[in-house]
């Protein structure tokens, strides 16, 4: 079973989602096209591909109450990513390439024919720069602006879509928050991000929320096996890269081990020599998990990674494993560790996780921030 997806951006073409897709629909045939939506969902689901078949749905000359049609002049030129009248914006990071998304938008382009799902972690490595954190820069916002003050193609719409949208920072926002409240005829903004509580609230009120969850089960199926299913989250990156044996998931998987054996053995055991040794191998573990070189968004890549498999140790002591989705390694771990996370101490330890998310986020000092995470774990993780 090979998970084969077609890299056009159709409706047809998008794995699940049909309630989002008829909603998106709907909102055309009848009129109601909302001049600025968010799609909001967890990594790997297809928002972006939406918000491109959206488009596209948008631009169509013969569009039907399925889909756009794949054949006219407008949608070729989808099918190619670069119709007059659709932009994209993203983070970045400068160098002598350039400072705004014009400058990279060509392996933008690329990235979404070549691979259709992927996250910041592939975008970054498309650029090269896997240990810095992009960000959506403040000249941008008169990027959008010039824009979108152009005359559109064929008098249809100019549509911007905004990529990772929390990622523009508070100038570039601010900026943006007046056309967002009296845009231009005939102009969508879509923004696309997994976490909609870092964008201003400015923004949110500006914008008509939908929700992309995980893809069903039942469609994941017909690309991959059900034990890659059952463990993939709905996320269809995260089915391919289990399918291709992902090297990430198993070094989060020994480093998240790592810190929940020490923190344990410094909590419960009483001998200072060995409680000694293991809050060395902690500060040696946060000194590698804040080693520039693992980069941002990885390090929150990793932080998610916890708070998974907390979720599936908890889930573990109630013994039913048909809700556990973890891989035959982290379950037999689990199966040891699971008593230690109980509703005594999850909620404490995941908003101590959240918080450590949100400040490597901030461009916070991560050798200060894993240390002290380590240090909660210690507190927290109890029997």
């Not at 972690?121 to 824009?147: N, P």
């Not at 929320?209 to 069903?216: A, K, L, S």
């Amino acid at each position: 079973m090979q998970p084969i997806v077609d890299k056009a951006m159709q409706f047809r073409d998008i794995i699940g989602h049909e309630s989002v897709k008829d909603a998106l629909r709907r909102s055309v045939l009848e009129g109601r096209v909302s001049h600025a939506r968010l799609l909001t969902g967890p990594s790997g689901v297809g928002k972006l591909r939406l918000a491109i078949a959206y488009a596209q749905y948008l631009a169509c000359e013969h569009r039907t109450a399925e889909d756009s049609c794949g054949v006219c002049p407008s949608c070729l030129q989808f099918q190619r990513l670069e119709h007059p009248d659709l932009h994209f914006v993203f983070p970045i990071v400068k160098s002598d390439a350039g400072d705004t998304c014009d400058a990279f938008v060509a392996q933008f382009r690329q990235l979404i024919l070549e691979k259709g799902y992927f996250d910041l972690d592939d975008w970054y490595s498309a650029l090269g720069v896997e240990t810095k954190q992009g960000m959506i820069y403040e000249k941008e916002s008169g990027e959008i602006l010039r824009k979108l003050s152009l005359k559109s193609f064929a008098d249809g719409y100019k549509v911007m879509i905004i990529w990772e949208a929390d990622k523009m920072n508070a100038t570039c926002a601010n900026k943006l928050l007046k056309i967002l409240e009296e845009p231009a005829d005939k102009t969508v903004f879509i923004l696309i991000t997994e976490h909609p509580e870092w964008l201003l609230q400015t923004i949110l009120s500006r914008v008509q929320p939908t929700r992309v969850g995980r893809i069903e089960d039942a469609e994941l199926e017909k690309h991959f096996p059900h034990d890659i299913v059952r463990i993939a989250s709905g996320s269809y990156l995260e089915a391919q890269r289990l399918q291709q044996g992902s090297e990430q998931r198993d070094k989060f998987f020994d480093d998240f081990v790592r810190l929940m054996r020490d923190a344990y053995t410094i909590g419960q055991i009483k001998d200072v020599q060995k409680k000694w040794e293991s809050l060395l191998r902690l500060k040696q573990w946060s000194q590698e998990m804040a080693d520039a070189k693992v980069g941002r968004e990885r390090q929150k890549a990793f932080l998610q990674y916890i708070q998974t498999q907390l979720r599936e140790n908890f889930i573990c002591n109630l013994h039913a494993p048909e809700l556990n989705y973890q891989t035959s390694d982290e379950a037999t771990f689990s199966s040891r560790f699971a008593p230690y996370i109980h509703e005594g101490n999850v909620e404490a330890i995941m908003q101590e996780l959240d918080k450590a998310e949100q400040q490597i986020g901030q461009n916070g000092n991560a050798k200060i921030i894993f240390f002290d995470l380590c240090l909660q774990m210690i507190m927290k993780i109890k029997k």
